[in-house]
């Protein structure tokens, strides 16, 4: 059982949907991170927000839209996506400073058809 | 740019025999994490090198970091099959940002 919890597990779109990924820390960790990770692949960052703030985007297209609700909750807002986006979605967080390690949830599977 | 080069990126062992992953970075950094990876499921936090001359263990496994020469191992000892999953060395280039290498998948066989 991982302390970061990310739904839906699986996710299957099609390319003109709308979708949301979630992402649950109740841990008090004040920054969060998603990851893309494609098969057999090291993750990617993707985005890192810290006290709910965006303060890392890694040139990632805007078909794919983070937001920080709150200190424990991390979306990511899918629109438009390719195929090539097919992949496992991860979502991280850690205590600022950077002294610690990031904990990860077990991911979002997403398949674009 | 950082670059993060770990080898070998595929190592089959025997139960029982002893093993060493490497984790090269290109950029000066003093923080480095190793994570373990089983198929399909979430990376798990092993081991976090903050200094150099860091050696941290856990069980059959042993880190090491070396600033100097911008390289840290993870070094397996006695290998049981229950260590078979991909091992990632993660460096963090500036402000909680990391760069993983490619993966170890590692294979241990009875």
């Known amino acids: 059982d991982t302390e970061v919890t990310q739904t839906p597990k699986h996710l299957v779109m099609g390319m003109t949907n709308k979708k949301s990924l979630k992402c649950e820390q109740h841990m008090g960790h004040r920054a969060m991170y998603w990851y893309k990770q494609k098969a057999k692949k090291p993750p990617e960052l993707m985005f890192v927000?810290?006290?709910?703030?965006?303060?890392i985007n890694e040139s990632v297209p805007s078909r794919f839209s983070p937001e920080c609700p709150n200190s424990s909750l991390l979306n990511l807002h899918l629109h438009a996506l390719q195929p090539e986006d097919s992949a496992l979605y991860l979502c991280a967080s850690s205590h600022p400073p950077r002294n610690q390690p990031q904990h990860f949830g077990d991911g979002t599977r997403l398949s674009i058809l | 740019e950082l670059k993060v080069e770990q080898n070998p990126l595929f190592l089959s062992m025997q139960e029982g025999k002893n093993y060493t992953i490497y984790c090269n970075y290109s950029?000066?950094?003093?923080?480095l994490y190793w994570y373990r990876q089983d198929p399909g499921k979430s990376l798990e936090s092993l081991f976090v090198l903050l200094s150099n001359g860091a050696v941290k263990q856990e069980g059959r496994l042993m880190a090491s970091l070396d600033t100097k020469a911008r390289l840290s191992t993870l070094h397996i000892t006695a290998a049981v099959h229950d260590l078979s999953a991909t091992y990632f060395c993660a460096v963090d280039n500036a402000g909680n940002m990391l760069t993983f290498g490619g993966g170890t998948r590692l294979m241990v066989k009875p």
């Open positions: 950029t000066t950094s003093d923080r």
């Open positions: 927000y810290s006290y709910e703030k965006l303060s």
